[in-house]
């Protein structure tokens, strides 16, 4: 069942009208749908149900305090990248025992902090890092849980920019120098080997390569346990793709995806770790906006919305489809072809080209779908366009999750130093 959807010409998330929400909170604004990130989270929890899984869910998709909450309240971890990533995941309720620290480049305070919380596991990517987490450890008089990320060399992922797995990726350890690395963190004395992780990508539409990875994988555990280490964990990551509505390949469900990584791990007696981002948030979110003008140009017409790059980024940087329907349903009899653009000043402030939809006009509103992971977390003040706001429904009611700042609120963190406000034709804001 999808939760945003037309009824009786008009679309709402779940009981919500989307019009209702651009009236009183303004657009653009991210719309998300509470039914949608429980149902995903359950899909994939309950294809799991029968296994010793954690699913820690990867922040970085959509890191909301009340996202956070939602997917705790179902009983979620949390897989986080940051110290700030860490705080949202303990503030929203995800006990410290469930989460995961991912990342190539942990600071010495970030440690201290995943140290202090005791948190699950820490994915280690490199052994200048271990060394460094070995004595952040020691001086807290603790053992740091490790798994180290390891790089199979598999390929997968939608795009170049989001594939991990390969060796010419900055991410986890050379294959060739996985075992060494585990012999090295078992002579240091602030380090507790508990697993091996593995991430290999992004927006996987098929199976093949994570069957791949899951097979290296469990080698390198037989290998690590016959050399004497406790492996505890397998920790794959997450990357399972999701429909955007495209023509694109359409992702397995997550039941053929559970069912694969069962039958590869029945026998490895371990506890499997999974950090699924877009799975869960990606279709749980919508773009809404509103058409500031149509353009009609030489030879292709514009539709200027009042979203742009800085609120959704992923058409520009990943030249992501995302699929655009009007909020009042359009006449299909009345067909468009439009190039869907923002306002900001650079040509790759494009959401799309020559896409066919109903006729719309200066005023009517549009949402872009599949915008709930990735979207929000990814924007940005360029050219000091407020950070979009972001709004949780649920069932009948909504709530604003994150406010959108006044320019005033931004100017506020900028300021002059003493040579320029000295400065007679400058005057304090
Ligand atoms: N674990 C690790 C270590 C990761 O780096 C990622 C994503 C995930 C889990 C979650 O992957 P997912 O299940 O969401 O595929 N901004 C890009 C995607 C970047 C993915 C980065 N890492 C986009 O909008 O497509």
């Not at 290296?216 to 406790?230: D, N």
Request: hydrophobic share 45%; with cysteine.
């Amino acid at each position: 069942m999808r939760h945003f959807d037309y009824n009786a010409g008009e679309m709402f998330a779940e009981e919500v009208p989307l019009a209702q929400i651009a009236a009183e909170v303004g657009t653009p604004v991210y719309v998300y749908s509470t039914a949608t990130f429980t149902r995903h989270y359950r899909v994939f929890a309950d294809s799991f149900a029968d296994t010793k899984a954690l699913i820690a869910y990867s922040v970085k998709a959509n890191s909301n305090i009340a996202v956070l909450a939602t997917l705790a309240a179902q009983g979620a971890g949390a897989d986080v990248v940051s110290g700030g990533e860490l705080k949202r995941a303990l503030a929203a309720g995800i006990p410290a025992e469930k989460i995961v620290f991912s990342g190539v480049g942990k600071t010495r305070r970030e440690m201290h902090q995943a140290l202090t919380a005791d948190i699950h596991v820490f994915n280690v990517e490199s052994l200048a890092e271990l060394r460094v987490l070995n004595e952040v450890a020691l001086a807290l008089g603790k053992m740091a849980p490790i798994a180290f990320r390891v790089n199979p060399d598999v390929t997968a992922g939608g795009h170049a920019k989001i594939s991990t797995g390969k060796k010419e990726n900055k991410f986890g350890i050379a294959w060739s120098q996985a075992e060494d690395a585990y012999a090295e963190a078992a002579r240091l004395p602030g380090i507790r080997i508990v697993g091996v992780d593995v991430h290999i990508g992004s927006q996987i539409s098929d199976l093949a390569p994570f069957e791949k990875a899951i097979l290296k994988v469990s080698g390198l555990i037989k290998r690590l346990r016959a050399a004497g280490h406790t492996i505890t964990s397998f920790d794959i990551g997450g990357g399972l793709g999701i429909p955007y509505g495209n023509n694109a390949a359409v992702p397995p469900p997550p039941s053929e995806y559970a069912a694969l990584v069962k039958r590869l791990t029945r026998d490895l007696d371990v506890e499997m770790i999974f950090e699924p981002g877009r799975m869960i948030a990606g279709n749980s979110g919508v773009l809404l906006s509103e058409v500031l003008y149509v353009k009609r140009g030489e030879d292709r017409d514009f539709l200027i919305i009042d979203a742009a790059m800085n609120d959704l980024l992923r058409p520009a940087l990943y030249d992501a489809y995302h699929d655009i329907e009007p909020v009042r349903q359009g006449d299909l009899d009345q067909m468009e072809t439009y190039d869907v653009v923002g306002p900001i000043c650079e040509s790759g402030d494009t959401f799309t080209k020559g896409r066919e939809m109903p006729k719309l006009e200066s005023g009517d509103l549009v949402v872009l779908h599949s915008a709930g992971a990735y979207g929000a977390a990814q924007a940005s003040q360029y050219n000091t366009r407020p950070l979009v706001p972001e709004v949780l429904v649920n069932g009948a009611e909504y709530a604003v999750i994150r406010s959108r700042p006044t320019v005033e609120d931004i100017l506020k963190t900028e300021s002059f130093p003493d040579w320029l406000t000295k400065h007679e034709n400058v005057t304090d804001i």
